[in-house]
């Protein structure tokens, strides 16, 4: 952590970032108190803020992987993706009705989802460790959200606002890895009807499979190592398009089947 973020600016950066939550009003990025790209810190307000939520009540269930698109890494000048907390008051089910008061500046993505049979915990957490780890796969759209006006964000701003996590989508579809090869996963995305997104599975940091891998280590390192039965979205397959209250998304993922969120 650099000097110049100490536990006032850590606190300051959160306490910014929740009143936006609370009050439903975007607020100003947080890099004028933690930098762009203060990796530490940055993380540092992301668990402020978590404890926040579990002190109200909510439940870590998982983790999302962000910024793994290289073109997006380029765009706020990173070389690595980002990770953020899921909690259970984040997923709806498909095609259930998501009211868009809980959104500020809701963006949807198309992933590959997967959850978890086994703890990523101890040993190398390699590719082999990671796929044995995996019980199955299946399509998820995320609503991405950003706390932060006009989703002005650098890294750090992003990261300390839980990666821009919103909610989830899971399909019903679930398939193993011996089902369907997730690199190889082509995806459509549609809102009321009309294709606004396209990808692949290769998009997402080469491989979905390899984006966990990175989580799984990364996770460990932050001392919140994944868990048996958590959710992982594993980083969108394809660009991430707004939405508004009236909207219907539906992504197809090749293998996995179609999943539907609906917006009011």
Known sequence: ???????????????????AAATGVPCAP??????RDDLEAA?????????????AGATVVGRKIGLTSEA???????DQPDLGLLFDDMQYGDGEAIPVGRLLQPRVEAEVAFVLGAD??????????????????VA?????????????????????????????????????LDEVEPAEVVMEMAVDGHQVSTGVGTACLGDPVAAVGWLARTARDLGQPLRAGQVVLSGALGPMKPVAAGNAVTATLSGLGAVTARFQ
């Open 1 to 19: 952590m650099s000097s110049q973020s100490t536990t006032s600016t850590i606190a300051a950066a959160a306490d910014r970032l929740a009143s």
């Open 30 to 35: 947080v890099r004028d108190l933690i930098g």
């Open 43 to 55: 993380y540092a307000v992301q668990r402020r803020l978590a404890e926040l939520r579990e002190a």
């Open 72 to 78: 997006v890494q380029q765009q706020l000048g990173v």
């Open 120 to 137: 990523l915990v101890d040993g190398p957490l390699d590719a082999a460790q990671v796929r044995g780890a995996i019980e199955y796969a």
């Open 140 to 176: 998820a759209l995320e609503i991405c959200d950003s706390r932060i006006a006009a989703w002005d964000i650098s890294f750090g701003d992003t990261v300390a606002d839980n990666a821009s996590a919103g909610l989830y989508v899971l399909g019903t579809q679930r398939r193993t």
